[in-house]
């Protein structure tokens, strides 16, 4: 059973950077892909990022691509989603999702495990 809890949401002006943390507990990672999804009110949940634990490959949703990174610490088993730059049309409700298998997937049924979510706001 794999266990995800996102932090480091919050409220900030446009421009402005924040951090997410999704720590995982449970099981190996070995051979698991993590995403970063989001939700915005009204919306249906969208496919923000991913990467392979193993190798750390990426890949980044057209929106967010140049502007946010996602990376992960194998010590601390945790994945960031680092974001740069955050517009109003950032805002939303980010997951942390994860799945054992080997290539990233940017649907959210896909995933099997997920976090509770973590607000972000990109305005005033």
């Known amino acids: 059973q794999v266990q995800l809890v996102e932090s480091g949401g919050g409220s900030v002006q446009p421009g402005d950077s924040l951090r997410l943390s999704c720590a995982v507990s449970?099981?190996?990672?070995?051979?698991?892909?993590m995403g970063w999804f989001r939700q915005a009110p009204g919306k249906e949940r969208e496919f923000v990022c991913g990467?392979?634990?193993?190798?750390?490959?990426?890949y980044y949703a057209g929106p967010v691509r140049g502007r946010f990174t996602v990376s992960r610490d194998n010590t601390k088993n945790t994945v960031y989603l680092q974001m740069n730059n955050l517009t109003p049309e950032d805002t939303a409700v980010y997951y942390c999702?994860?799945?054992?298998?080997?290539?990233?997937?940017?649907?959210?049924?896909?995933?099997?495990?997920w976090g509770q979510g973590t607000q972000v706001t990109g305005s005033s």
């Open positions: 999702a994860a799945d054992s298998r080997f290539t990233i997937v940017t649907v959210a049924s896909a995933y099997d495990y």
């Open positions: 990467i392979k634990w193993s190798s750390g490959s990426t």
């Open positions: 449970g099981r190996t990672l070995s051979n698991h892909v």
